[in-house]
């Protein structure tokens, strides 16, 4: 087993398809081939991580997104903004979304509170 950072692109397809061959092979954990999945793993996790960083979404699109994906209407986004009106001020930003409207958007819709809040 010879693993080394990644250091390029060539390194990073070169570890995926290893990846992908010790993946087939369903290795258990603490064999050689388990432990060199787990190594390679963290590796091109953190060759992801540092060339492809993810941007969290704005609030209001996470928000959006959570309607959409529960098939939620303005109705239904009243116990946790408000009166319609305010919804309606919310999805549109005219309306910043208060510390309380968060913690019920995180407890009830379980959007994190970190992409409620905005923070990097």
């Known amino acids: 087993m010879e693993i080394r950072p990644l250091h390029n692109e060539e390194d990073y397809r070169a570890a995926l398809a290893k990846v992908s061959v010790l993946v087939d092979l369903d290795p258990e954990q603490g064999t050689p081939e388990g432990d060199e999945l787990e190594v390679l793993g963290v590796l091109v996790e953190r060759y992801e991580q540092e060339r ?69």
Do not use: W
């Open 52 to 120: 492809f960083p993810l941007e969290r979404p704005d609030p209001i699109e996470a928000i959006r997104f959570r309607m959409e994906q529960g098939g939620l209407s303005v109705t239904d986004m009243k116990p946790y903004i408000g009166p319609a009106n305010r919804v309606y001020e919310v999805l549109s930003g005219a309306r910043p979304l208060s510390l309380a409207m968060i913690r019920r958007l995180h407890e009830g819709l379980h959007i994190p509170a970190e992409v409620l809040i905005g923070v990097a």
